[in-house]
């Protein structure tokens, strides 16, 4: 029962609708959004700007589904640090980070990408999969300098890795937020353990709530094989460089996760 509940909230909230594919698009270093301004991809599937939650006067810089009639955000930058006004400017420095400024030019988030190397072409680009990226012409759109991607927040995307990158160190994890009308860090957590045999663990604060797994080589341990379907993929890498979970579509149509 323990595991049935913890993969209900694990896969709690799925939308589905029809997509097409979409074209990217992109800002330069002398680019500025400012409040009021979004940048649409070509299919115009996702959009990304300031909002605000509901009758709440905070501004935080978010993606969502532009199709859907009632907002829905996949994922938020400045979650931890709203703007209580429409001052806010959204940038790419030529410092090689992704910047939100405030009043008076405050910083209020930074992509904290920052280094020695100067570019000459430097991009942010919103993806057709909602990822978006920051390159030059020292990387490139599949190894960017910064992703979003890596940074996820309540919801999982296809393609988005849950798990730790062995390398760097980096773990992906997904996290609730505080509640419908405030974006930053909630009580729960979905958290890939990846000492010994891969875990999936649901926190609840700092408690544990639910597991799922060990990963045994073919499956996690009390979750059935899943049957093959039209719709998605899963997998499963574990490798000396990474360990993460995925999945991926087979068809047009779009599904997320949220943890909520």
């Known amino acids: 029962m323990e595991v049935y509940t913890f993969l209900v909230l694990f896969s709690s909230t799925i939308f589905f609708l029809l997509s097409r594919s979409a074209a990217v698009d992109t800002i330069f270093t002398n680019h500025v959004i400012q409040d009021g301004e979004t940048i649409v991809l070509g299919g115009k599937m996702f959009e990304l700007g300031f909002y605000s939650h509901g009758k709440s006067k905070n501004r935080y810089v978010g993606i969502w589904y532009k199709k859907i009639s009632k907002r829905t955000i996949v994922w938020v930058a400045n979650k931890e640090k709203p703007i209580n006004d429409t ?86 994890y997904l996290t609730s937020w505080k509640s419908p009308h405030d974006p930053s860090i909630g009580l729960y957590k979905i958290w890939m353990d990846t000492n010994g045999y891969p875990q999936i663990f ?51 149509v779009v599904q997320r996760i949220v943890v909520s």
């Open 87 to 172: 001052s806010g400017v959204f940038q790419v420095s030529i410092e090689r980070s992704l910047l939100i400024l405030g009043a008076g030019n405050t910083l209020i988030w930074s992509s904290n990408t920052t280094v020695s190397v100067k570019s000459r072409n430097l991009g942010a680009q919103l993806l057709d999969n909602e990822n978006l990226v920051l390159w030059d012409e020292h990387s490139t759109i599949e190894n960017p300098i910064w992703k979003s991607f890596d940074y996820p927040g309540d919801t999982l995307l296809p393609g988005m890795k849950m798990g730790k990158d062995l390398v760097t160190g980096r773990e992906r």
């Open 202 to 252: 649901q926190l609840e604060g700092g408690a544990l709530h639910a597991r799922l797994g060990p990963w045994n080589g073919v499956r996690f341990c009390g979750y059935p094989i899943e049957n093959l379907n039209l719709i998605y993929s899963v997998e499963f890498v574990v490798n000396d460089k990474e360990i993460y979970y995925r999945y991926e579509l087979k068809s047009s």
